[in-house]
């Protein structure tokens, strides 16, 4: 992980460089410069965590501060690559089943505002567990001889010196770190359905939805794992074997959000830089747009002409029941 980690962290500069470079081309502001830039600080911020897992000291104050870090990176850097994919699928799902009957607008703004939100509670989440002691991180470096080589007719077990993070009870640590990960499960269970209701939408060239709901689906399989294998390797004092599973987990998927988020865009300005396919499918949108606009005025129009037909009914029967009341008043005069 060594390697890999520095390889995400050249990728996501380089995604964040894209953006800049190419903020006003029109595909890059159609999926939101904003939420593209939050993307890949939490993207940068996951694969930061990767290279402080795999990061071993025998140094009492450095190992502390790295044991913090490793949380506080994966814990916020995994809401902010992750919260504006759930923006995104929300919003496309809320326009092709709520527009109709509903004049919400969902604005980027409003997207960054719920992310931000989700943040808080990370932040909320890790300061509490600076604060109270029971559930402080605290380094101690263990011998684990989880490793052996083939020496002949024998295994020699190797003695490696491990860095274990944990809180003293180590019960407490156990308890907030099952808060945290149930929490960025929340949010994945949250996006799953969103994804399958938005999986045929309509327009063929809508932004990168596709792409959205292919990163829920292996985000979710890759945080599930993780969940897994903490609740079964943590009792067994597989440290480093739980380090790596962290590590892949994250690495894999902040690269899945990197490659089919940004690679798109990148591929589509190489094959047209002038964006001419891109005009024919805004021109669809817009097309599709004003039909909408049509549909609601003529259902305003349909419920008016509804309301007018109930009035006139109401009329109607009021003026034959006063009709048939001076019949009958006439009739008792005669008589």
């Given at each position: ?181 149930s929490y960025k499960g929340f949010i994945q269970v949250l996006s799953i359905p969103l994804a399958f209701g938005a999986r045929k939408v309509p327009i063929k060239g809508l932004n990168d939805s596709i792409y959205i709901i292919s990163i829920i689906y292996i985000t979710s399989v890759s ?104 019949a009958d008043i006439n009739v008792v005069a005669t008589d």
């Amino acid at each position: 992980m060594y390697i890999l980690a520095p390889v995400g962290i050249a990728g996501a500069i380089a995604c964040f460089a894209f953006i800049v470079i190419f903020r006003h081309k029109r595909i890059v502001r159609l999926s939101s410069p904003v939420l593209s830039s939050i993307i890949c600080m939490g993207c940068l911020m996951l694969y930061m965590s990767v290279f402080f897992l795999a990061i071993q000291s025998k140094e009492s104050l450095s190992t502390t501060i790295i044991c913090n870090l490793r949380v506080w990176l994966w814990g916020i850097g995994y809401t902010l690559a992750f919260g504006p994919i759930l923006g995104k699928i929300f919003r496309i799902y809320f326009i092709f089943n709520y527009r109709r009957t509903s004049n919400l607008k969902i604005e980027d703004w409003m997207i960054v505002v719920a992310v931000g939100i989700m943040v808080g509670i990370d932040v909320a989440l890790l300061v509490i567990a600076s604060a109270v002691p029971q559930l402080r991180i605290r380094a101690q470096v263990q011998t684990s001889s989880e490793y052996s080589v083939d020496s002949g007719f024998y295994r020699v077990p190797i003695s490696n010196n491990v860095l274990d993070c944990q809180s003293v009870p180590d019960q407490g640590y156990k308890i907030w770190h099952i808060i945290l990960l149930s929490y960025k499960g929340f949010i994945q269970v949250l996006s799953i359905p969103l994804a399958f209701g938005a999986r045929k939408v309509p327009i063929k060239g809508l932004n990168d939805s596709i792409y959205i709901i292919s990163i829920i689906y292996i985000t979710s399989v890759s945080l599930a794992v993780i969940i897994v294998c903490f609740a079964t390797l943590n009792n067994q004092g597989l440290v480093n074997v739980l380090a790596a599973v962290y590590s892949i987990g994250f690495w894999i998927s902040a690269s899945v959000i990197l490659l089919l988020v940004f690679v798109p865009k990148m591929y589509h300005l190489y094959r047209d830089p002038n964006e001419n396919d891109l005009a024919s499918n805004e021109h669809t949108k817009n097309h599709f747009s004003t039909l909408e606009e049509q549909a609601k005025k003529l259902e305003i129009e349909l419920k008016e002409v509804k309301a007018q037909e109930q009035r006139l009914r109401a009329q109607s029967v009021s003026r034959e029941f006063s009709v048939s009341k001076e019949a009958d008043i006439n009739v008792v005069a005669t008589d």
